[in-house]
């Protein structure tokens, strides 16, 4: 009787198991199966998902307080391109600049677009911080001499594509007023931000003022394809109705980011960095955006480059910068006459 206990015991245990582990399951179900309906039936989240303006990494970052990142040759401040909409800006020097910029108020760090160091308008990727490890590290190389990073948002605080471009336009607009007329002004974007980037350029091409030259660190050819290649779209990818469920949702939303579109309204000279291992934007996405870029007839007659960077060199898709290569790479490309270098 006493090991009938036992064994019964032991059943009943197994029993409770199997009949959690079924519950488990259930709610992972209901949960696998919610999320498209749920995306599909308000596109709103997937269009938060896109921009992701609601996640601050690190959370305690005080954007307003780049020295608190070790950035204290950084300024930031804040453009109204009109009543109710403000323009987060980070303000960088170059390398050769840190000890002087010490200390120094907003009206000493515009008084550098007199100097003879050329100028980027860096555009930062999703995560809704232009606080992130890639971009504050970025700025340490020093390779960038002058960096506005742009943040984003409409006035309500929600992202939109052409609130994003608007945004660059007028922080463009804004700097080229300041800036010597002879000195380069180029524009970098990474991640999202080359999406941003291209949509910029091709306006500044239509209206005959294209920047100096685009770099686009990590950049996909539209935001369907990047998001059918996502990583978070792996468990997803193989369901029947996935276009429909998630990528029409973005369309939806009008999020196209095409800049397998606007290469061919581009006039300026572009380069494209990309490590093979890019797990986020993958390799194959940038070189297909190089490879139409090189064809393309707005781009005749301008320098088309892409730089690969070795799996082995663990880049990924935010440390290129790590790259001791990276200031020759943009000097080769920018020319000998405004060397990015510290």
Known sequence: DRYLDVDSGFVLLRLSLVMKLKRILMVLLIVYVSIPCIIKLCPSIQAKLVFLN??????FIDLQKPADQ????????????ETGLSIGVWHTVPARMWKEAQGKAGDWYESTFGSAHPVILYLHGNAGTRGGDHRVQLYKSGCVIVCLCVGW???????????????????????KRRLNEELPLYIWGHSL??????NLVRRLSDRGSPPDALILESPFTNIREEARSHPFSMVYRYLPGFDWFFLDAITANNIRF????NVNHIS?????LHAEDDGVVPFHLGKKLYNLASRSKSLSGHKVQFVPFPSALA????????????????????GTAHP???
Not at 54 to 59: A, C, G, H, L, N
Not at 153 to 174: H, I, K, N, Q
Not at 319 to 324: D, E
Request: hydrophobic residues 35%; proline residues 9%; charged residues 15%.
């Open 54 to 59: 609601f996640v601050r990494m690190p959370y």
């Open 70 to 81: 070790g950035l204290n040759h950084t300024h930031n401040f804040y453009l109204q391109p």
């Open 153 to 175: 948002g409409d006035s309500d605080g929600s992202p939109s594509e052409g609130a994003m471009t608007s945004d660059a336009l007028f922080v463009y607009d804004w700097l």
């Open 193 to 198: 931000g080359t999406g941003v980037a291209t």
């Open 258 to 261: 095409a800049s397998d579109e």
């Open 268 to 272: 300026c000279p572009v380069l494209i």
């Open 315 to 334: 880049y990924k898709h935010k440390f290129i910068y790590r790259s001791p290569e990276l200031p020759n790479i943009l000097s080769d490309f920018l």
């Open 340 to 342: 990015i270098s510290p």
